[in-house]
């Protein structure tokens, strides 16, 4: 049994790795060396060479990224690398839940210190190089730093509660550690562009004028209550342009970059706006936390049907069974069918996001959305011809085209 599971835990990573790598090719095969017809009038020429050439760049770092990230998990795996990170932290405490704080702080520190250079070089050469980029170096080492900081403060008390579950309960944990995941996503929620949004970000109420009268009064006619509009310095990190729909009941909010207000028309954003209360009003952001709550319960109750299984941590090299290693191994055997259970909830966001499209049409801001959405996709060099396959399995959004046929 612990071959078959040392055997597997080798198997899955790597053919993730190389389903990515073959999808990629097929995104390069739909590459042409003139404007595509269908993005005439939509593309100019010079913009899609360049978008071509950014995403050029940029899947050339991930095959850097995911080859280098495969290889330290294989080499983890073989050389017994979880092992000996379990053996340091027992060394620390023989307080399991302490151990498993321990071995995922490592874990986790580790991981990040490691991914650093290429996040760098995404946003200093890649991202500057075709003018996005507009963070310093003191912002981008702040945020890393921030980001610790809330792994500590979040991390340690959710993680040692779901771990204390397991040694204090067995295979039951799975339904308490099921009800504190719940409370504290649906906490996030609620708070979290008043609690975490702020650590990097600065938000400010979209000042009175016509463009809030506008918006106002696009809520008013759609019955959907608004009182929070604000603007976020995006510019502080990047050029890029976006918008985003947060919390629920007197707590929901809708957030402006700063960018796509200068970008922008006022009919545009508008019309931007009017599809995240689409969204809201479809009960699209409801049914999507349900679906997380439910997928979460699922997980964590098969997780529970082998979490005592010794062969989970032995096949890792350790001497003795232990809820963190069990918990790595699992991750890694739960991948296929995380992938297909990602698969489906593409095809249902993608469903979303036609219906949140339908519903700005339906209220008389669909050519303005349209004029949006090509902007969006030209300044942001997005690809607007991805091969079908690979929006199948990556993509939340429909691709462009389709959005704008869908609009018509």
Known sequence: MNNTIFYLIIIFPVAGYLIERYLEHLNFKMWSDKLPDRLKGICPDEDYRK????????????????????????????????????DIARSISQNMVIVALVFFGIIGLASD??????????????????????????????????????????????????????????????????ILI????????????????????????????????KIEGFALKTGFRLKNVFVIDGSRRSTKSNAY??????????????????????????????????????????TGMIFSVILTGFMLFLFS???????????????????????????????????????VSNVISRKHEFEADKFVKDNSYGPALSDALKKLSVKNLSNMMPHPLYVF??????????RLKNLE
């Open 51 to 86: 978008s071509q050439l950014y995403d050029k760049d940029n899947k050339r770092l991930s095959l850097w990224s995911s080859t280098f990230n495969i290889a330290i998990i294989l080499a983890m795996i073989l050389l017994g690398g979880f092992a000996f990170v379990d």
């Open 113 to 178: 210190l490691i991914n650093i250079p290429f996040s760098w070089y995404d946003n200093f050469v890649i991202e500057k190089k075709y003018g996005f980029n507009t963070m310093t170096t003191r912002t981008f080492i702040t945020d890393h730093i921030k980001s610790w900081f809330l792994a500590l403060i979040v991390g340690i008390p959710v993680l040692g509660l779901i771990t204390w579950f397991y040694y204090k309960t067995g295979t039951l944990f799975w339904i308490y550690a099921w």
């Open 182 to 213: 719940t409370v504290f996503s649906v906490f996030m929620n609620f708070f979290y562009s008043e609690l975490i949004v702020p650590l990097f970000n600065k938000q400010t109420p979209l000042d009175e004028g016509s463009l809030r009268d």
């Open 245 to 286: 729909f947060s919390g629920f009941g007197k707590k929901k909010r809708i957030v402006l970059y700063d960018t796509l207000i200068k970008e922008m028309s006022e009919d545009e954003i508008v019309a931007v706006l009017a599809h995240e209360i689409g969204h809201y009003r479809k009960k699209h952001v409801l």
């Open 305 to 343: 049907l082998v979490s005592d299984n010794p062969g989970l941590s032995l096949s890792l090299g350790a001497d003795e069974s232990s809820f963190h290693l069990g918990l790595i191994v699992f991750g890694i055997l739960y991948s296929p069918l995380s992938l297909a259970i990602g698969l």
């Open 393 to 402: 399995f990556h993509y939340s959004h429909p691709p462009l085209l389709q």
